[in-house]
């Protein structure tokens, strides 16, 4: 439950961070449907090739129907793929270096 949570909390914090930044100005309810129609996306038992594809058409469609046109919905919606590749490395650099930077000397 804990993960999961975290993981929901998680892409919605980034998918707000990412519709800022590309100027789409979404309230906290639009940014709860795209986070929760993303995320039931995962959901849907399709194979794809590494994933890529499932995830993408419904984040685009569902910022579509938020009246973003298909190119920004098709930016953003592999922004957050990217950085979903991305997370597990710059995470592991974040830790790799917290350790060396607070590394007790004796």
Do not use: H
């Not at 309810?29 to 038992?45: D, H, K, R, S, V």
């Not at 190119?71 to 990217?82: K, L, M, N, Q």
């Amino acid at each position: 439950f804990v993960f999961s949570f975290v993981r929901w909390l998680f892409s919605g914090l980034m998918l707000l961070y990412i519709c800022y930044s590309l100027n789409m100005n979404f309230q906290f309810e639009q940014t709860l449907y795209l986070t929760t129609g993303m995320n039931m996306a995962f959901i849907i038992p399709l194979q794809t090739i590494g994933g890529i594809g499932l995830l993408e058409s419904v984040l685009a469609f569902l910022l579509s129907l938020l009246g973003q046109s298909i190119g920004e919905a098709s930016t953003t919606a592999i922004s957050i793929r990217i950085l979903w590749f991305l997370m597990p490395f710059i995470l592991g650099l974040v830790w790799f270096s917290s350790r060396k930077l607070f590394r007790k000397s004796y």
